[in-house]
Structures are given as structure tokens and as C-alpha cells.
């Protein structure tokens, strides 16, 4: 039984972060959207306004705090509308689908495929891929990420 307690913490503070994350990631508001009274300055009781709003709205049901389920959901809607804006982007052809000549190219692939191969032999060793893994963790680390191992 003490796994339950833990599983069940665990499932709250997955469920904190991704309401936060859903939150503070968001659709990116511009910013007439932020300076709500038009003078020209955002000040942080219009950003802190803005942060509830959208609190509000992920808040489906009203009672002041996201449940896994809301915060799902807002992400689902907001990876529905990427997709979205992705086949109107890149569906050439128009016919609902993305077939592999249509799907968007990755812009940095072939420079971090570089970085990685720090012998420039063509391809990745098992140590290079485990020394890019590391400066990754460590990079994202700096940046405040928590492990996603």
C-alpha cells in the first residue's frame, strides 16, 4: 500500500506540472494582448491578469484548480491546432493527407547529426550518442528541465 500513496503523489505532481506547463507554454500572446489597457507597456498586473485568464479558461469546471483531465485536454487542443496549422502549411496537394515528400523537413537535423559525430567518420558511435545524451541532460539541467529518463 505505501506504493499507492506514491503513484498517487506522483499522478498530482505530473498533474501540477503539466497544468503549469499548459499555462505557461500556451498559445504565445501578443502584445496588445498583454497591454490590456492599450497604453503601450505591459506591466506584470496585465501579464499576472493574462496568467489567470487562461487559468480561467483551462478551469473547465470551475473550482479553482486543473485536474489531469483539464490539463489534458488543453493540450489536446492545442496539439490539435498544430496539427492543423502543420497540413495547412505543408499539404501541397490539398487531400487530407501528408504523404512523405510533403512532411515538414527538419531545419537543424543535419547539424546536430554533425555535432554528434565528433570523429566526422559518418556516423554515430554508441560513445558519441552517450556523450550527447550527457551534454544534453547537463544542458537542459542549466535550463531548470527536469530528467525525462
Not at 496585465?46 to 488543453?74: P, W
Request: aromatic share 6%; net charge negative; charged share 35%.
Amino acid at each position: 500500500m505505501k506504493h499507492a500513496g506514491f503513484i498517487a503523489a506522483m499522478v498530482i505532481a505530473a498533474a501540477g506540472v503539466t497544468g503549469t506547463a499548459v499555462l505557461a507554454k500556451g498559445s504565445h500572446a501578443t502584445f496588445q494582448e498583454l497591454d490590456a489597457d492599450g497604453n503601450g507597456e505591459i506591466t506584470q498586473a496585465e501579464m499576472e491578469a493574462h496568467r489567470t485568464a487562461r487559468f480561467a479558461k483551462a478551469d473547465t469546471d470551475g473550482d479553482g484548480k486543473l485536474s489531469l483531465e483539464e490539463a489534458t485536454a488543453k493540450g489536446q487542443e492545442r496539439a490539435a491546432k498544430r496539427a492543423e496549422k502543420m497540413f495547412e502549411r505543408h499539404d501541397a496537394n490539398k487531400d487530407g493527407f501528408l504523404d512523405a515528400e510533403e512532411l515538414p523537413k527538419p531545419r537543424r537535423a543535419g547539424k546536430f547529426f554533425d555535432r554528434m559525430d565528433k570523429d566526422g567518420s559518418g556516423g554515430i558511435s554508441e560513445a558519441e550518442f552517450a556523450e550527447a545524451r550527457e551534454r544534453m541532460k547537463e544542458h537542459r539541467k542549466k535550463r531548470g528541465h527536469q530528467d525525462q529518463d
